[in-house]
């Protein structure tokens, strides 16, 4: 029996109810769209801007639970706050006659789920959406605001292919309204519910979700990376027979190899199980971090489900203009790579039999800084042979070279993936450190004043030099921070000293830097021991007299 009440000029119920012409509030109700769990939905007149929009009309509990409403109210507003193309647009929340509603933008399209319909999403159009969809969540992240139950209902495709992320902020205020529901069809729960309670939909929670432990920004990196999985194989990854072996499944299990049809190359294949660890500490660190991955990824041509890449064809070294060769530098760049062909013997482990080969890798005579990919079959370094002084990348064996970047900028340093070039930029009177995709794109800053920087071995930190003054004393500091930059500390303050060259040891626990000697002193190098703050010198101390 559904429940029915007297609202105003028109009879809410738990189906569609509002009749076209119906006022609620200055809106005019012109047909229904939808309706849920979460309420029901209408296609709307604004008469005041002249414009349609779409309202939601919530479920009674929010309209008769005070609390649950001003917090609604509260994470409404925050949401309408964001202002991001990625994120659906909240116009206005208001109330009539004890009917509590939210003025939305109002979307030509469909949901991601209508999208998938079963089926896997082509290559190019999966990296385009799961792109957009982590846009949308960094700019809610950095607002301090976690969506909790991302999943293909709660993304809209447009007609013109823009994703737009759904109940932002209000998903996180909903609780069962049953306590023996389906586990499949759960909502979230408050941000500030009891421990062991849980929140998400089964197949796209986190595994914190999934045990009932506190979540952040990462559990929705965690739910991307499903969503881009079903987008590429068609399927949920963790889904099972019944909800609690699917949470099972989230716990304990690895996500299934992807099929051999997608064609999907190894750098998706990466950012699928960086999406995917189990603990948060191994996951993407930021939303952002994510969306620049899947932006250098998206620059890839190539074949991928029977369409090329997104940007195929176009130049993809946007900082600078390409040298002839450069476009088919970097196809038979991903060629290789995807391949694995090619690799070097000089970076293996252990000695070569017989002597050593020398061989010439770059040909101008003004090339400088070389840093070599982990598989050994990429080369950055910098140079000035075009008369800018600029990164450029050479394929290994044999391969073309071409500017990665526009310049002024020195001491390539490439992450541990293979995926990224840190490397250092002269920006007026200073120096900062960047990032850019091996693929092209736009360089982002990491960190300002800085003059060299290192990945360390799990590429999830960066080592770099900071050039101080301390009371009228000129020296280096020496600091670590995330690979975005964020939460950057001191390790030590050399006063007088001149400091290059910081490297990570292999285990991730020391990081060695080069001291400039003087007139009467060699150069030493000095240890420092990252967690700790111990420093101490390789070499010898200089002779006495």
Same mark, same amino acid.
């Given at each position: 029996?559904?429940?029915?009440?007297?609202?105003?000029?028109? =009879?809410?119920? @738990?189906?569609?109810?509002? !009749?076209? $012409?119906?006022?609620?509030?200055?809106?005019?109700?012109?047909?229904?769209?939808?309706?849920?769990?979460?309420?029901?939905?209408?296609?709307?007149?604004?008469?005041?801007?002249?414009?349609?929009?779409?309202?939601?009309?919530?479920?009674?509990?929010?309209?008769? #639970?005070?609390?649950?409403?001003?917090?609604?109210?509260? *994470?409404?507003?925050?949401? $309408?706050? &964001?202002?991001?193309?990625?994120?659906?647009?909240?116009?206005?929340?208001?109330?009539?006659?004890?009917?509590?509603?939210?003025? %939305?933008?109002?979307?030509?399209? @469909?949901?991601?789920?209508?999208?998938?319909?079963?089926?896997?999403?082509?290559?190019?159009?999966?990296?385009?959406? !799961?792109?957009?969809?982590?846009?949308?969540?960094?700019?809610?992240?950095?607002?301090?605001?976690? =969506?909790? #139950?991302?999943?293909?209902?709660?993304?809209?495709?447009?007609?013109?292919?823009?994703?737009?992320?759904?109940?932002?902020?209000?998903?996180?205020?909903?609780?069962?309204?049953? *306590? $023996?529901?389906?586990?499949?069809?759960?909502?979230?729960?408050?941000?500030?519910?009891?421990?062991?309670?849980?929140?998400?939909?089964?197949?796209?929670?986190?595994?914190?979700?999934?045990?009932?432990?506190?979540?952040?920004?990462?559990?929705?990196?965690?739910?991307?990376?499903?969503?881009? =999985?079903?987008?590429?194989?068609? /399927?949920?990854p963790f889904r099972r027979e019944s909800p609690v072996e699917t949470m099972s499944a989230i716990l304990k299990e690895e996500p299934p190899e992807l099929p051999a049809t997608a064609r999907v190359p190894p750098a998706l294949e990466r950012i699928l199980r960086h999406c995917l660890e189990k603990s948060?500490?191994?996951?993407?660190? %930021?939303?952002?971090?994510?969306?620049? #991955?899947?932006e250098a990824l998206s620059g890839i041509s190539g074949p991928f489900a029977g369409e090329a890449w997104p940007g195929a064809g176009a130049p993809v070294a946007s900082a600078g203009a390409l040298r002839r060769g450069g476009i088919r530098f970097l196809a038979g760049l991903v060629a290789g790579l995807?391949?694995?062909?090619?690799?070097?013997?000089?970076?293996?482990?252990?000695?070569?039999?017989?002597?050593?080969?020398?061989?010439?890798?770059?040909?101008?005579?003004?090339?400088?800084?070389?840093?070599?990919?982990?598989?050994?079959?990429?080369?950055?370094?910098? %140079?000035?042979?075009?008369?800018?002084?600029?990164?450029?990348?050479?394929?290994?064996?044999?391969?073309?070279?071409?500017?990665?970047?526009?310049?002024?900028?020195?001491?390539? /340093?490439? %992450?541990?993936?293979?995926?990224?070039?840190?490397?250092?930029?002269?920006?007026?009177?200073?120096?900062?450190?960047?990032?850019?995709?091996?693929?092209?794109? #736009?360089?982002?800053?990491?960190?300002?004043?800085?003059?060299?920087?290192?990945?360390?071995?799990?590429?999830?930190?960066?080592?770099?030099?900071?050039?101080? /003054?301390?009371?009228?004393?000129?020296?280096?500091?020496?600091?670590?921070?995330? !690979?975005?930059?964020?939460?950057?500390?001191?390790?030590?303050?050399?006063?007088? /000293?001149?400091?290059?060259?910081?490297?990570?040891?292999? !285990?991730?626990?020391?990081?060695?830097?080069?001291?400039?000697?003087?007139?009467?002193?060699?150069?030493?190098?000095?240890? &420092?021991?990252?967690?700790?703050? *111990?420093?101490?010198?390789?070499?010898?101390?200089?002779?006495?007299?």
């Open positions: 029996m559904r429940a029915r009440r007297q609202v105003g000029v028109f =009879h809410w119920t @738990s189906g569609m109810s509002l !009749a076209p $012409g119906t006022r609620l509030g200055p809106y005019e109700i012109k047909s229904p769209i939808g309706a849920g769990g979460m309420g029901e939905v209408y296609r709307a007149r604004d008469p005041r801007l002249e414009r349609e929009v779409a309202v939601k009309i919530l479920p009674p509990v929010f309209s008769g #639970d005070p609390d649950r409403l001003r917090r609604f109210q509260q *994470e409404a507003r925050a949401a $309408g706050a &964001l202002n991001h193309p990625n994120i659906l647009a909240i116009h206005d929340v208001g109330t009539h006659d004890g009917v509590s509603y939210v003025v %939305s933008e109002l979307l030509e399209g @469909s949901t991601l789920r209508d999208r998938l319909a079963g089926a896997a999403v082509p290559g190019r159009k999966a990296v385009e959406y !799961a792109l957009q969809i982590a846009r949308g969540l960094a700019a809610a992240h950095d607002r301090g605001i976690v =969506h909790r #139950d991302l999943k293909p209902e709660n993304v809209f495709v447009t007609h013109d292919g823009h994703v737009k992320i759904l109940d932002f902020g209000l998903a996180k205020l909903t609780r069962p309204e049953h *306590e $023996g529901g389906a586990l499949t069809n759960l909502p979230t729960t408050p941000a500030g519910t009891d421990p062991g309670m849980v929140m998400g939909t089964v197949g796209y929670m986190s595994p914190e979700q999934v045990r009932g432990q506190p979540s952040d920004q990462r559990s929705d990196i965690f739910s991307l990376g499903v969503i881009l =999985h079903e987008m590429v194989s068609g /399927r949920q948060p500490a191994e996951r993407f660190q %930021s939303a952002r971090d994510l969306a620049f #991955d899947l995807l391949a694995g062909a090619g690799a070097v013997h000089w970076l293996g482990r252990g000695e070569p039999p017989g002597p050593p080969t020398v061989r010439y890798l770059t040909y101008s005579g003004q090339d400088t800084e070389p840093s070599a990919s982990p598989d050994g079959r990429l080369i950055a370094f910098a %140079s000035t042979r075009d008369g800018r002084q600029r990164i450029w990348l050479k394929q290994l064996p044999g391969g073309d070279e071409v500017a990665l970047t526009a310049g002024p900028d020195t001491r390539p /340093r490439i %992450s541990p993936d293979g995926s990224t070039v840190l490397f250092a930029r002269q920006e007026s009177a200073r120096t900062s450190l960047f990032r850019i995709p091996v693929v092209g794109g #736009d360089p982002r800053k990491v960190v300002e004043d800085a003059s060299e920087g290192d990945w360390s071995p799990d590429g999830r930190r960066i080592a770099f030099l900071r050039p101080t /003054r301390k009371e009228n004393t000129a020296g280096w500091t020496i600091m670590v921070a995330d !690979a975005d930059g964020r939460g950057a500390r001191d390790l030590a303050h050399l006063d007088d /000293r001149i400091l290059f060259a910081p490297r990570w040891s292999p !285990a991730g626990t020391e990081i060695a830097v080069t001291q400039m000697g003087s007139q009467n002193s060699p150069n030493s190098i000095l240890i &420092l021991e990252v967690d700790r703050r *111990e420093t101490r010198s390789l070499s010898p101390p200089p002779p006495a007299g």
